[in-house]
């Protein structure tokens, strides 16, 4: 039995489930759960710390890891990345007191507090930097006003907790995060590894593109078709009418209003959109 390890909480968990519910996955009903065993499909499932998953899959415990790509590089587990979630995105970034004029020449010798010790020690390193790491758990923006700190380096999604803290990011970000889908380093692809990841990846690119359904005439398939041209080839059925055809292919999700205004110029009608739940390509 194939055994997963899923966020246990907060906005990483919620995108998770929804992922794998879509993907045809039983999910827990009560946040209380800590494991779930979907028979049906032969796996497992286990609800732990976003920040402890990498540990147990680098360590074999467990065969694939759902979490944050900076939590992962953080944890210095034996895993490696196999595929990007395209969700619970965010920036690792440098913070400190707003007009400080800091920059990354100016964190020599400097305290910078952080909960991803692991990834800021790495940053420095790389650049020769030498500074005092502090680590600590969670309310990392206050450390600068009760002086642990002179520099933070936290998690940034809208900037909006450090504006309140007095602070500013500077610089680059030191990591650019998403949830990932991680196995140990090393190994082989556990059994049924293949089939879960179809799945994932078939949830994901439903989720990229919509199926578009329109009538053109004959005289314009070429055009249109060049316009829509699928993921192989879009599907082109005669209709009763003479001279008109249907043709349907999936266009990327977010162009899609675009692609309708093109095919309404060149005089496709009947322009429908629909979603698309899963699929295999």
Same mark, same amino acid.
């Given at each position: %039995? ?52 990498? $540990? ?27 595929? !990007? ?20 020449? #100016? ?15 790495? =940053? ?26 002179? $520099? ?40 049924? =590894?293949?089939?879960? !990841?179809?799945? $994932?990846?078939? $949830? ?6 919509? %199926? %578009?359904? =329109?009538?053109?005439?004959?005289? #314009? ?15 082109? !059925? ?44």
């Amino acid at each position: %039995m194939l055994k997963i390890a899923v966020p246990n909480k907060g906005a990483l968990a919620a995108a998770a489930s929804d992922l794998l519910r879509e993907a045809g996955y039983r999910q827990r009903r009560d946040a209380r759960d800590l494991v779930v065993v979907d028979a049906a499909n032969d796996v497992e499932f286990f609800y732990l710390r976003p920040r402890d998953i990498a $540990v147990y899959v680098g360590g074999g415990t467990l065969d694939i890891g759902l979490t944050g790509r900076d939590l992962v590089l953080d944890s210095r587990a034996a895993v490696e990345e196999r595929q !990007s979630l395209g969700f619970g995105a965010s920036r690792l970034h440098f913070a400190a007191p707003i007009g400080s004029g800091r920059t990354l020449e #100016s964190l020599q010798g400097a305290r910078i507090a952080t909960s991803y010790a692991g990834v800021l020690e790495d =940053y420095l390193k790389e650049r020769a930097v030498s500074a005092h790491v502090i680590r600590l758990d969670g309310a990392v923006e206050t450390a600068v006003r009760l002086d642990v700190a002179d $520099v933070i380096a936290d998690v940034v999604e809208t900037g909006s907790t450090m504006l309140q803290a007095g602070l500013e990011t500077f610089g680059e970000p030191i990591l650019l995060s998403e949830a990932v889908l991680v196995t140990r380093a090393g190994a082989g692809d556990p059994g049924g =590894y293949e089939i879960f !990841s179809r799945r $994932v990846r078939g $949830v994901l690119v439903a989720r990229s593109y919509v %199926m %578009m359904d =329109y009538d053109i005439e004959s005289t #314009s398939v070429e055009s249109a078709c060049a316009i829509t041209p699928g993921i192989e080839s879009p599907t082109v !059925s005669p209709l009763q009418r003479a001279g008109w055809f249907a043709v349907r292919a999936m266009v990327p999700r977010d162009d899609a209003h675009r692609v309708m205004d093109q095919l309404y110029d060149l005089g496709a009608r009947g322009i429908l959109v629909t979603d698309i739940h899963a699929c295999r390509l």
